[in-house]
């Protein structure tokens, strides 16, 4: 059965920490990766990754995939207050299906 | 600007009574999408049409149906209401193409709540 697990599932940080989400993954017919930020409403998406040790960054925030060992990490430096939020993972597969992991509940303290 | 957007964003029903949510997209895009997401829950998907082709996923209950009439518009239509299916109901939509995935943008949400 796929799976993508999440950890840590909740991370309380203060202002100026430098933070790792981890997300990893078992599906049939792997085709992306996707992280997504959720606040009080719909995800919104961050990155897709497709490909192995290509670092995609955006601001502070940055992820990589690794396919062999079926994993990806999203780093967030300097976080701020208002990084906290839900960061969901999830991985696209057999066709236009997608599984998400659990999420990681990140706090970040002034 | 093109987006997804969701009506209404708040459902009260009753248990039993048939309930409609809708969505609908300005960004052309060829994929829709409907999640389940319950508090503190990951979204679960429940279906999705490619084009017109629908997708059910396989622990979807018979009780959630969808439509799509045209490119813009996806409804998800909840036949008997239970107290389970109170949770938030998330459309989303992408471009999608042969060999290719694209990012999935997701609308505001319906919190649906069933006395």
């Known amino acids: 059965e796929d799976k993508v697990v999440q950890s840590p599932l909740s991370l309380v940080v203060h202002e100026g920490d430098t933070v790792t989400l981890n997300c990893s993954y078992e599906v049939t017919n792997f085709r992306s990766l996707l992280w997504y930020k959720q606040e009080k409403k719909a995800p919104t998406f961050l990155f897709m990754l497709t490909s192995s040790g290509i670092e995609k960054k955006s601001g502070r925030l940055s992820s990589i995939l690794d396919k062999k060992e079926l994993f990806s990490i999203l780093n967030i430096t300097a976080t701020q207050t208002g990084d906290s939020a839900i960061y969901l993972c999830a991985v696209a597969s057999r066709g236009n299906d997608m599984r998400f992991g659990a999420g990681t509940r990140l706090t970040v303290k002034p | 600007d093109a987006m997804v957007i969701q009506n209404p964003r708040y459902q009260v029903t009753q248990f039993g009574k048939p309930v409609t949510l809708s969505c609908s997209q300005t960004?052309?895009?060829?994929?829709m999408y409907w999640y389940q997401q319950k508090s503190s829950q990951a979204p679960k998907l429940l279906f999705h049409y490619y084009d017109k082709d629908f997708n059910n996923e396989a622990d979807t209950p018979d009780n959630f149906q969808s439509r799509r009439p045209n490119t813009s518009f996806c409804f998800l239509d909840i036949r008997s209401p239970g107290l389970g299916d109170a949770a938030m109901y998330l459309c989303a939509t992408s471009r999608d193409s042969t060999g290719a995935l694209r990012p999935q943008y997701f609308g505001p949400g319906t919190r649906l709540l069933v006395l």
């Open positions: 960004l052309n895009h060829n994929v």
